[in-house]
C-alpha cells in the first residue's frame, strides 16, 4: 500500500467501550506503523449535539489515556484537540461557503442523528458537521481517512468540498478516501445492534474483571434457547459475536455446542468473560499508570498540538495565498 497521510479522530464522550477499540482504535494503531497519522479529539464536534461542556475536559483525558492504554503512540503521530488550533474554525468557516444548505440536509448521517436524538430544531452548527469534519482532514491535507460506514457520507463531502475549492481557487487539496473499518459494529449487551454509551450497553476498555463478568451474565442471547440443552442459534446472539473477535480458536467448538444444545448460555458466557479480560489485563495495567499522572496526557496533547499548529498554519498560508487573502 502506498504511504498515505491518515487523519483519524474521535469525539470525545469519555471513557471508550470494546466497540471502539474494535471498530477503530484497533485500525488506527496499526496505521500509525505504516503511514503518517494524525490523531484529532474533535471536542467542538461534541457541541453539534451538547452544548454542555462541564465534562469536556475530563471526557478528553479519559479518551486520550485510552487511546494510550491500547497502544496509541503519540511519539509515532500527534494526538491534539481540534479547539486548541485555531486553523480548524479558520478553514471551516471557507469551506461552509463552498457548500450548499440542501447538499448538507441531504446527509443520512444527519438525518439518522436527528431521528436518534429525538431532534426538533436542528442548529446551524449540526448542519454544518461535515465541513467541520472536511477542515479537519484537509488543514493536514489526509488522504485517507479511517471510518466506520456511518462516516462514509462526511468522506464524500470532504471529497467534494476539496474539489470544489481546486477548481476554484487552485489545486491545494487531495481528495481523501475513507478506509473502511472491516468490523465496524459490535452489538451491545442488551442486543441492540449498536454498543453505545448513550445506551448503556457497553463494556468499557476500563472495565474491572467482575464487572466484565456481571455484565455479560446479563447479556441478551437466542430468546429461544431458555434451558441449557435447548439447540442455540449462534448467528442472532450477541455473545457468539464477542466470541467471534475475542475467541477466534474456540469459535467452531462454541458454535456447535450451542447448536448442539449441549454449552449453555451460562458455561458460554463464562468462556467469554475470560477471553475478553486477558484482552483488557494489559489496557487495564497501563491505564493505571497513566490515571495517577493526568499532567502527563495533558502535556501529551500540548506537544501534540505544537506539531499539529505547524502543518496546519502551513496549510492556510497556501489557502490564504491561493485565494488573494493577505
Ligand atoms: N465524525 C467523527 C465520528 O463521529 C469524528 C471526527 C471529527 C472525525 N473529525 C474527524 C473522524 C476527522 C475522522 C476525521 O466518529
Avoid at 72 to 91: A, G, N
Avoid at 125 to 132: C, I, Q
Avoid at 196 to 215: A, F, G, R, W, Y
Avoid at 289 to 314: F, H, W
Wanted: glycine share 6%; hydrophobic share 35%.
Amino acid at each position: 500500500m502506498a504511504k498515505y497521510r491518515i487523519l483519524s479522530g474521535m469525539r470525545p464522550t469519555g471513557k471508550l467501550h470494546i466497540g471502539h477499540y474494535l471498530g477503530a482504535l484497533e485500525n488506527w494503531i496499526k496505521l500509525q506503523d505504516e503511514h503518517e497519522s494524525y490523531h484529532l479529539v474533535a471536542d467542538y464536534h461534541v457541541l453539534t449535539t451538547n452544548q454542555d461542556t462541564s465534562e469536556i475536559f475530563k471526557n478528553t483525558i479519559e479518551m486520550v489515556i485510552d487511546w494510550l492504554a491500547t497502544g496509541l503512540d503519540p511519539q509515532k503521530s500527534p494526538f491534539f484537540r481540534q479547539s486548541q488550533v485555531k486553523e480548524h474554525t479558520e478553514l471551516f468557516l471557507i469551506f461552509s461557503m463552498l457548500i450548499t444548505k440542501a447538499r448538507l440536509e441531504r446527509n443520512p448521517t444527519l438525518k439518522d442523528q436527528i431521528r436518534d436524538l429525538n431532534i426538533k430544531n436542528v442548529i446551524y452548527g449540526h448542519l454544518g458537521y461535515p465541513v467541520l469534519q472536511s477542515a479537519d482532514i484537509l488543514l493536514y491535507k489526509g488522504d485517507a481517512v479511517p471510518v466506520g460506514e456511518d462516516q462514509v457520507p462526511h468522506i464524500e463531502i470532504t471529497r467534494e468540498i476539496a474539489k470544489r475549492f481546486n477548481q476554484q481557487y487552485g489545486e491545494v487539496f487531495p481528495e481523501p478516501k475513507a478506509l473502511l473499518t472491516k468490523f465496524s459494529r459490535l452489538p451491545g449487551l442488551d442486543g441492540n445492534a449498536k454498543m453505545s454509551k448513550s445506551l448503556n450497553n457497553t463494556i468499557l476498555l476500563s472495565d474491572e474483571p467482575e464487572t466484565v463478568q456481571q455484565k455479560l451474565r446479563k447479556a441478551v442471547t437466542d430468546p429461544q434457547k431458555i434451558r441449557r440443552n435447548d439447540p442455540g442459534r449462534p448467528e442472532v446472539c450477541l455473545v457468539f459475536e464477542y466470541h467471534k473477535k475475542f475467541n477466534p480458536a474456540e469459535l467452531p467448538e462454541i458454535e456447535a455446542g450451542c447448536r448442539s444444545g449441549q454449552l449453555g448460555c451460562v458455561d458460554c458466557k463464562l468462556k467469554c468473560t475470560t477471553k475478553i479480560n486477558e484482552f483488557l489485563a494489559p489496557v487495564i495495567e497501563r491505564r493505571k499508570q497513566y490515571e495517577n499522572k493526568k499532567d502527563d496526557v495533558l502535556d501529551i496533547l500540548i506537544e501534540g498540538e505544537k506539531k499539529a499548529r505547524e502543518v496546519a498554519s502551513s496549510t492556510m498560508d497556501e489557502v490564504h495565498k491561493a485565494m488573494n487573502l493577505g
